[in-house]
């Protein structure tokens, strides 16, 4: 049955392939019917109740396709196109959504997902076509590469066989689920999953080669078991943070909405029945909470989500497709980590390969995705496809580009700041070093508080609640700043000595920014699974990423808890953990040197074994004063030397220059010096005068060369930078 439903498909699209400046009647073999719409343009399908297609196993596809007015010269036909997925709960685009698409030259395709809405995910649906959605077919598969992807691949080649899209000129756009899919494309590029996990060049049904040109997911999922039970291993400075090590802690806010939003139109298998897709029985292992290590069902479930429907996973032996990848700060269900993770993997063995990542304070609960943010970034997707698609207009810009999270909702988001790389988005550093032996208690934690902070139930990204420390959390202060404050700008780091004896516990992180009225907002969050041990081991992890600045006089308070709920399930038998000197790095947009001293440079990340470091923090330029262009000058007994501070830094305070006379042991004159100290602004350069001695002046008249070396402390950290060169000295 499978093979004839395929055979039909393509003998449909060999008879119904347009000829020049033919109009466009029909797609999908005459599956779907079309017709002319507003200003000629022609649209492709039916909300009422539905147009579908086969895929390549039968089940039928509820589609929308839309093409721009028939052109005025040339065949009408081969066009770009923008493949537009939804997200989930959600089902296919209608024309007013593809609209701003088609206006652009676009043709469009929208499908909703197996298992959803009117492709097999009502009864209905099912009752018009039992065949097609019989079997383990028309269950959702939650954005499994061998099933859902390879629908959307399925049915765009369908098109390029009917000649109505060009099969090298494919966009891929969605949001969440939808980003999720459009992730997938781009991984793949130009390949298929098949039902066995292995890859194969995507063709059409007649053997056209088909591609990704570019996708631009909005708040995707890369790794989804990570998403929707982390348990701290994914890093943002690391070369690879797939999920590695304990099961992790359930979202279970999230993970609750998320299965109720489709219990009335979608279809979920009954627990057991499809293994590669039991999201009831997922959910309610995740529910039943720990032990999951010591559960084989758990250890499946992670293994499955991650090699089927996890876009990180993808063989990437292909560059992906040209990627624009767009974050929500306050977005607690697919956090910036989830963009982050796919970059620094890609950018580690495709560096010149174009990705741009854009960040801001939206998405997903407690997004607040506000008006102005959001035409920034359409109009970043309308470029990037624009020049990869349709190969028209400049250059898009390939780095990074974030907006702030600000309070109250109808305050401007503050930026756009930009970068060439991730880690180069952060200048400075805040950083706090407690001393002091803390634990967290089983019972420790306010509930209200978890409940004001809920992105379900919660007040949302500007919610507040009590600053005052809880009884039996870790809390920890930052010093208030002055001035303007400072400006977080990438993830939160944590480091300390932990100690837990039993499995089971875990631990919820906030960072909340406490106002001068003592009320507190919540900036980011994790949850996070600790290693266990009889004694107190050296561990890291990190908060979801956010932009957000700190006024003067507010407060950082790192506070550690045993859950949060009811965003987090809270543990079984959670036992006290043990938290102990602790060190808190807060990447800051502020130089080093910055607020009195209160920024400082960014610290070496703590590697955990057998991980490596991005190129782009191995990379980094290093903040030090040094000898400036030219030859220094002697002239009687003074020296003169020019200083300049890197602009790196905000100051380059405590400096000191000493000239040495010989620069190798043995030669005569050395240890004859001259010193002198400076404080310069970063960016400026100045002119240093220093009074040689008397050895020091008869050794200059035998030698032509000075050796210089310049020493800066011009942070608030001990660490030294030096930076030695040889120089004539002047004739002079």
């Given at each position: 049955?499978?093979?004839?439903?395929?055979?039909?498909?393509?003998?449909?699209?060999?008879?119904?392939?347009?000829?020049?400046?033919?109009?466009i009647t029909t797609v999908f073999g005459g599956d779907v019917s079309?017709?002319?719409?507003?200003?000629?343009?022609?649209?492709?399908?039916?909300?009422?109740?539905?147009?579908?297609?086969?895929?390549?196993?039968?089940?039928?596809?509820?589609?929308?396709?839309?093409?721009?007015?028939?052109?005025?010269?040339?065949?009408?036909?081969?066009?770009?196109?923008?493949?537009?997925?939804?997200?989930?709960?959600?089902?296919?685009?209608?024309?007013?959504?593809?609209?701003?698409?088609?206006?652009?030259?676009?043709?469009?395709?929208?499908?909703?997902?197996?298992?959803?809405?009117?492709?097999?995910?009502?009864?209905?649906?099912?009752?018009?076509?039992?065949?097609?959605?019989?079997?383990?077919?028309?269950?959702?598969?939650?954005?499994?590469?061998?099933?859902?992807?390879?629908?959307?691949?399925?049915?765009?080649?369908?098109?390029?066989?009917?000649?109505?899209?060009?099969?090298?000129?494919?966009?891929?756009?969605?949001?969440?689920?939808?980003?999720?899919?459009?992730?997938?494309?781009?991984?793949?590029?130009?390949?298929?999953?098949?039902?066995?996990?292995?890859?194969?060049?995507?063709?059409?049904?007649?053997?056209?080669?088909?591609?990704?040109?570019?996708?631009?997911?909005?708040?995707?999922?890369?790794?989804?078991?990570?998403?929707?039970?982390?348990?701290?291993?994914?890093?943002?400075?690391?070369?690879?943070?797939?999920?590695?090590?304990?099961?992790?802690?359930?979202?279970?806010?999230?993970?609750?909405?998320?299965?109720?939003?489709?219990?009335?139109?979608?279809?979920?298998?009954?627990?057991?029945?499809?293994?590669?897709?039991?999201?009831?029985?997922?959910?309610?292992?995740?529910?039943?909470?720990?032990?999951?290590?010591?559960?084989?069902?758990?250890?499946?479930?992670?293994?499955?989500?991650?090699?089927?429907?996890?876009?990180?996973?993808?063989?990437?032996?292909?560059?992906?497709?040209?990627?624009?990848?767009?974050?929500?700060?306050?977005?607690?269900?697919?956090?910036?980590?989830?963009?982050?993770?796919?970059?620094?993997?890609?950018?580690?063995?495709?560096?010149?390969?174009?990705?741009?990542?854009?960040?801001?304070?939206?998405?997903?609960?407690?997004?607040?995705?506000?008006?102005?943010?959001?035409?920034?970034?359409?109009?970043?997707?309308?470029?990037?496809?624009?020049?990869?698609?349709?190969?028209?207009?400049?250059?898009?810009?390939?780095?990074?580009?974030?907006?702030?999270?600000?309070?109250?909702?109808?305050?401007?988001?503050?930026?756009?700041?930009?970068?060439?790389?991730?880690?180069?988005?952060?200048?400075?550093?805040?950083?706090?070093?407690a001393g002091t032996t803390k634990s967290i208690q089983p019972s420790?934690?306010?509930?209200?508080?978890?409940?004001?902070?809920?992105?379900?139930?919660?007040?949302?990204?500007?919610?507040?609640?009590?600053?005052?420390?809880?009884?039996?959390?870790?809390?920890?202060?930052?010093?208030?700043?002055?001035?303007?404050?400072?400006?977080?700008?990438?993830?939160?780091?944590?480091?300390?000595?932990?100690?837990?004896?039993?499995?089971?516990?875990?631990?919820?992180?906030?960072?909340?920014?406490?106002?001068?009225?003592?009320?507190?907002?919540?900036?980011?969050?994790?949850?996070?699974?600790?290693?266990?041990?009889?004694?107190?081991?050296?561990?890291?992890?990190?908060?979801?990423?956010?932009?957000?600045?700190?006024?003067?006089?507010?407060?950082?308070?790192?506070?550690?808890?045993?859950?949060?709920?009811?965003?987090?399930?809270?543990?079984?038998?959670?036992?006290?953990?043990?938290?102990?000197?602790?060190?808190?790095?807060?990447?800051?947009?502020?130089?080093?040197?910055?607020?009195?001293?209160?920024?400082?440079?960014?610290?070496?990340?703590?590697?955990?074994?057998?991980?490596?470091?991005?190129?782009?923090?191995?990379?980094?330029?290093?903040?030090?004063?040094?000898?400036?262009?030219?030859?220094?000058?002697?002239?009687?007994?003074?020296?003169?030397?020019?200083?300049?501070?890197?602009?790196?830094?905000?100051?380059?305070?405590?400096?000191?220059?000493?000239?040495v006379g010989a620069p190798k042991k043995g030669r005569s004159g050395?240890?004859?010096?001259?010193?002198?100290?400076?404080?310069?602004?970063?960016?400026?350069?100045?002119?240093?005068?220093?009074?040689?001695?008397?050895?020091?002046?008869?050794?200059?008249?035998?030698?032509?060369?000075?050796?210089?070396?310049?020493?800066?402390?011009?942070?608030?950290?001990?660490?030294?930078?030096?930076?030695?060169?040889?120089?004539?000295?002047?004739?002079?």
């Open positions: 049955m499978r093979k004839l439903t395929i055979l039909i498909v393509v003998l449909g699209a060999l008879i119904m392939a347009p000829s020049a400046n033919a109009t079309c017709s002319v719409v507003g200003g000629g343009d022609r649209f492709c399908g039916s909300n009422a109740p539905r147009s579908t297609t086969p895929s390549f196993d039968g089940v039928p596809i509820d589609v929308n396709v839309a093409f721009p007015p028939v052109p005025g010269a040339g065949p009408d036909g081969n066009f770009p196109v923008i493949m537009m997925f939804h997200g989930y709960g959600g089902s296919k685009f209608d024309i007013t959504t593809m609209q701003k698409w088609l206006d652009r030259g676009y043709a469009t395709f929208s499908m909703t997902d197996r298992g959803m809405g009117e492709s097999c995910g009502v009864a209905a649906a099912v009752a018009a076509d039992p065949i097609g959605c019989g079997g383990n077919k028309g269950y959702i598969h939650l954005m499994d590469t061998r099933l859902e992807v390879r629908d959307a691949q399925t049915l765009a080649g369908i098109l390029a066989d009917e000649g109505l899209i060009d099969p090298q000129r494919i966009g891929a756009w969605g949001g969440s689920y939808g980003g999720g899919m459009s992730m997938a494309l781009a991984a793949l590029k130009n390949r298929t999953m098949n039902p066995d996990g292995s890859l194969s060049p995507w063709t059409s049904p007649l053997g056209k080669p088909m591609q990704i040109a570019a996708a631009a997911p909005s708040v995707p999922w890369t790794d989804l078991a990570y998403s929707l039970a982390p348990n701290g291993s994914t890093l943002d400075y690391l070369t690879d943070s797939g999920y590695a090590g304990r099961i992790g802690v359930e979202k279970q806010s999230y993970i609750f909405g998320l299965y109720a939003s489709r219990l009335t139109t979608g279809r979920y298998a009954p627990p057991g029945l499809v293994p590669e897709a039991d999201l009831t029985g997922w959910k309610l292992l995740l529910d039943a909470g720990e032990p999951y290590d010591s559960n084989p069902a758990a250890q499946a479930m992670v293994e499955e989500l991650t090699k089927y429907h996890s876009s990180y996973y993808i063989d990437n032996s292909v560059p992906p497709a040209p990627l624009l990848i767009s974050s929500g700060w306050t977005d607690d269900l697919f956090p910036a980590d989830e963009a982050i993770r796919y970059y620094n993997k890609t950018k580690t063995r495709y560096p010149s390969q174009p990705i741009s990542l854009f960040f801001s304070d939206g998405g997903h609960a407690r997004g607040q995705n506000k008006p102005a943010d959001t035409a920034v970034l359409t109009a970043r997707e309308e470029a990037w496809f624009d020049y990869y698609v349709k190969g028209e207009g400049g250059t898009p810009y390939t780095g990074v580009e974030t907006l702030t999270q600000t309070c109250p909702n109808s305050a401007p988001s503050e930026g756009p700041y930009y970068a060439d790389t991730w880690a180069g988005m952060a200048k400075g550093q805040v950083k706090l070093n420790g934690g306010d509930p209200s508080i978890g409940n004001a902070f809920d992105p379900i139930t919660g007040g949302g990204a500007c919610a507040t609640a009590s600053g005052a420390d809880q009884a039996g959390a870790a809390s920890y202060r930052v010093s208030k700043p002055t001035g303007n404050g400072f400006t977080l700008m990438g993830a939160p780091t944590v480091i300390a000595d932990f100690k837990l004896t039993d499995p089971n516990s875990q631990v919820a992180a906030r960072l909340l920014d406490i106002g001068t009225d003592g009320q507190e907002t919540l900036v980011s969050r994790g949850l996070w699974r600790p290693t266990v041990g009889p004694t107190a081991t050296r561990q890291v992890f990190q908060l979801h990423p956010n932009g957000y600045r700190f006024a003067a006089g507010h407060v950082a308070k790192l506070e550690l808890v045993p859950s949060d709920a009811p965003y987090g399930h809270i543990s079984n038998d959670q036992q006290p953990v043990s938290v102990s000197k602790l060190e808190l790095r807060l990447p800051v947009l502020e130089k080093p040197g910055s607020l009195h001293g209160l920024v400082g440079p960014v610290s070496k990340p703590v590697v955990p074994a057998g991980k490596q470091l991005t190129a782009d923090v191995t990379n980094l330029p290093v903040a030090k004063a040094t000898t400036a262009r030219g030859r220094i000058k002697v002239k009687g007994r003074k020296l003169f030397v020019k200083v300049k501070c890197s602009s790196l830094v905000a100051i380059c305070n405590k400096g000191t220059v000493k000239v050395r240890g004859k010096t001259a010193r002198g100290t400076f404080s310069i602004a970063g960016g400026k350069s100045r002119t240093l005068k220093l009074v040689l001695t008397k050895k020091a002046r008869k050794h200059f008249k035998k030698h032509k060369w000075l050796r210089v070396k310049v020493t800066t402390t011009s942070v608030t950290t001990p660490t030294k930078v030096t930076a030695v060169r040889a120089a004539k000295k002047s004739k002079k």
